[in-house]
T-cell receptor, first 115, second 109 residues
């Protein structure tokens, strides 16, 4: 298995533009997590899904952020409009059965720079 | 969420064992103890997890205190590739994994 695949690896955009980050889960996994990492705040959980249903989105910063799972193996995280403070590395992770005692497998991340 | 306390940084010599401590004095009886690590420019990587008994796998060993208020991740023979930030995390049920600041491990050649 290729593991969790994120695209793009790097994204540079201007303030106000829409940004879409993509994530492909490991085959057979049914939980999906979006994290954001910055030097100031470390790794923050934004949202997680179980069986395509959002379970907890309390970490989503504001209405500019939205996440979807159009099918069981794919997710998108959209920022519209983007702002410089959104600059960070965004990771997605997948697991089977939720976080209880189960390994999370992380992708390599998307480095987002908003100018 | 139950909290963990880890040293900000540690150093170890290459090819020697490393003991990374984690305190979790408010742990509940059903909290699992997870360890992840993050190598430079990569996503976090699962290392090991346990509940009450000590655990071993090909990467590391996890020693859990009898009262479960602390645990130690043991790398038996550190290599330069083990230089990373190591996170100790508690989790119960289907709760989300919440990462703290971790311990930055430096390996000295």
């Amino acid at each position: 298995d290729a593991g969790v695949i994120q695209s793009p690896r790097h994204e540079v955009t201007e303030m106000g533009q829409e940004v879409t980050l993509r994530c492909k889960l490991i085959s057979g996994h049914n939980s999906l997590f979006w994290y954001r990492q910055t030097m100031m705040r470390g790794l923050e959980l934004l949202i997680y899904f179980n069986n395509n249903v959002p379970i907890d989105d309390s970490g989503m910063p504001e209405d500019r952020f939205s996440a979807k799972m159009p099918n069981a193996s794919f997710s998108t995280l959209k920022i519209q409009p983007s702002e410089p403070r959104d600059s960070a590395v965004y990771f997605c992770a997948s697991s089977f059965g939720g976080a209880l005692g189960e390994k999370l497998f992380f992708g390599s991340g998307t480095q987002l720079s908003v100018l | 969420d139950a909290k963990t306390t880890q040293p900000n940084s540690m150093e170890s010599n290459e090819e020697e064992p490393v003991h990374l401590p984690c305190n979790h004095s408010t742990i509940s009886g059903t909290d699992y103890i997870h360890w992840y690590r993050q190598l430079p420019s990569q996503g976090p990587e699962y290392v090991i997890h346990g509940l009450t008994s000590n655990v071993n796998n090909r990467m590391a060993s996890l020693a859990i205190a009898e009262d479960r208020k602390s645990s130690t991740l043991i790398l038996h023979r550190a290599t330069l590739r083990d230089a990373a930030v190591y996170y100790c995390i508690l989790n119960f049920g289907n709760e989300k994994l919440t990462f703290g600041t971790g311990t930055r491990l430096t390996i000295i050649p």
